[in-house]
T-cell receptor, first 113, second 109 residues
Framework: NAGVTQTPKFQVLKTGQSMTLQCAQDMNHNSMYWYRQDPGMGLRLIYYSASEGTTDKGEVPNGYNVSRLNKREFSLRLESAAPSQTSVYFC????????????FGDGTRLSIL | DAKTTQPNSMESNEEEPVHLPCNHSTISGTDYIHWYRQLPSQGPEYVIHGLTSNVNNRMASLAIAEDRKSSTLILHRATLRDAAVYYCILNYYGQNFVFGPGTRLSVLP
């Protein structure tokens, strides 16, 4: 059982380049999330998708776009990468019931030069 | 979103119990209390959750105050592998899980 799978695991970009981070879950969860984590900090929510076909902004959405491709997949796109977006990005999924936990991927470590 | 406060860091000796506190004075009646931990270079992982009663599982115990304004995660015998950042989070029927800075637990051999 793979759970939440993120690709790639590592990426180095130059300022101004674009890229898409991929996330897929195989638990039939309704909700999916993208967080970023800067060194020594907690996770901050970028965007989330409560269900297939819907997306909503989180705490730090500027500079990002998302697509909920289907129930399994939720991608995060950086259109024009900036050094301030250097971070570790985590994808998570949730069944949607408050007595159930979120499940996280292993993260994508992104460096922007 | 409901907020929680935790100490920035704690230390424990190996094989001793650890009590990690969390204050959540604005908790509402339908908020579940979740605990996650994040090992170095990994994503957060679920530890335990509860609503009103104390809870036990193979990883830890969760003690919830009678007024539910605070809770304590208990690791019965800390091991070196328990060194991590521990997050206390409230979740209700909303969609957002708010992660604060958490408590960094160091385990000394």
């Amino acid at each position: 059982n793979a759970g939440v799978t993120q690709t790639p695991k590592f990426q180095v970009l130059k300022t101004g380049q674009s890229m898409t981070l991929q996330c897929a879950q195989d638990m039939n969860h309704n909700s999916m999330y993208w967080y970023r984590q800067d060194p020594g900090m907690g996770l901050r929510l970028i965007y989330y998708s409560a269900s297939e076909g819907t997306t909503d902004k989180g705490e730090v959405p500027n500079g990002y776009n998302v697509s909920r491709l289907n129930k399994r997949e939720f991608s995060l796109r950086l259109e024009s990468a900036a050094p301030s977006q250097t971070s570790v990005y985590f994808c998570a999924s949730w069944l949607g019931q408050s007595n159930q936990p979120q499940h996280f991927g292993d993260g994508t470590r992104l460096s922007i030069l | 979103d409901a907020k929680t406060t935790q100490p920035n860091s704690m230390e424990s000796n190996e094989e001793e119990p650890v009590h990690l506190p969390c204050n959540h004075s604005t908790i509402s009646g339908t908020d579940y209390i979740h605990w996650y931990r994040q090992l170095p270079s990994q994503g957060p992982e679920y530890v335990i959750h509860g609503l009103t009663s104390n809870v036990n599982n193979r990883m830890a115990s969760l003690a919830i105050a009678e007024d539910r304004k605070s809770s304590t995660l208990i690791l019965h015998r800390a091991t070196l592998r328990d060194a991590a950042v521990y997050y206390c989070i409230l979740n209700y029927y909303g969609q957002n899980f708010v992660f604060g800075p958490g408590t960094r637990l160091s385990v000394l051999p």
